[in-house]
């Protein structure tokens, strides 16, 4: 087992996940107490954090802690950075996966959902991620960089909004804030990526993949026919905040069953 914790372990490693209580965030959170690390769950709920955390530290072999954190405005993401550096003094891992959404047609669209959306999913990113660079630079060293991931879409890689449509360009942001980090922050060796996920089964995502039914509608329309599974979140994360991954920033790493390289029709097959 050396080897693979040479590669992939992380032990010792503090780590913060927002919206860290359920969905994809909990399924990186896991990941994560499962390879060793300290990780700090935050959500609006901070109820649903601290039963999270107690269930996550059950199956160890890190240890979790839940509490409540907000990045719906600027105070609100104070506020958070402010909580985090009271429990730690460095942060080896960060995970701004917290996000919302809003689907509603082209025609009806609210203006204000323009706002709130980009907010929340690309500002509070950034905002998040610059209150936090004393603690990720107090973490990382040549050998061994400092992570940050962002967590996009897929809806944010191909044309799709499917009504999402101030979703859809805020996670392109998102990957393109992404890149910005990993250009930025290299000299300060703190990597960024981001996973631009496919359909999996979450909040967000309950009317479509909610049931057993639904889930395998959904997932016949994936290249690979199926939607996403935690083992396919969890095997990425160690991935890119293992041992093994701190020469790679600037991915966004597609965890979509094949959504993104989807050929387009060939218009002229067939032809004589």
Known sequence: MSYFNDLFGLAGKTALVTGGATGIGRMVAEALVRAGAHVLIVSRKGDACTAVAAELTALGPGTAEGFAGDVS????????????????????????????????P?????FEQWGRVMDVNVGAV?????????LLE??????????????GSVMGTVPLAAGAYSYSASKAAVHHLTRIFAAELADRRITAN?????????????????????????????PLGRIGRPEDLAAATLYLCGPGGGYISGAI???????????????FGGLE
Do not use: Y
């Not at 600027?74 to 689907?103: E, P, Q, T």
């Not at 909040?203 to 479509?208: L, P, V």
């Not at 790493?253 to 218009?267: H, K, Q, R, T, V």
């Open 253 to 267: 790493l597609p965890i979509d069953g094949g959504i993104s390289a989807m050929s387009p029709p060939n218009f």
């Open 126 to 134: 950034f905002t998040l991620t610059r209150d936090l660079m004393p």
């Open 73 to 104: 405005d600027g105070d609100s993401v104070k506020a958070l950075s402010d909580a985090v550096k009271s429990r730690a003094d460095a942060l080896h891992i960060l995970v701004n996966n917290a996000g919302i959404s809003w689907g509603e």
């Open 194 to 222: 981001a996973f631009a996920p496919g359909p999996f089964p979450s909040k967000m995502t309950r009317f479509a993949t909610g049931s057993a039914d639904r889930a395998a509608k959904v997932g016949e329309k994936v």
């Open 106 to 110: 082209m025609e009806s669209f609210p």
């Open 138 to 151: 107090a973490s990382a060293t040549d050998d061994d960089p400092a992570r940050i991931i962002n967590v």
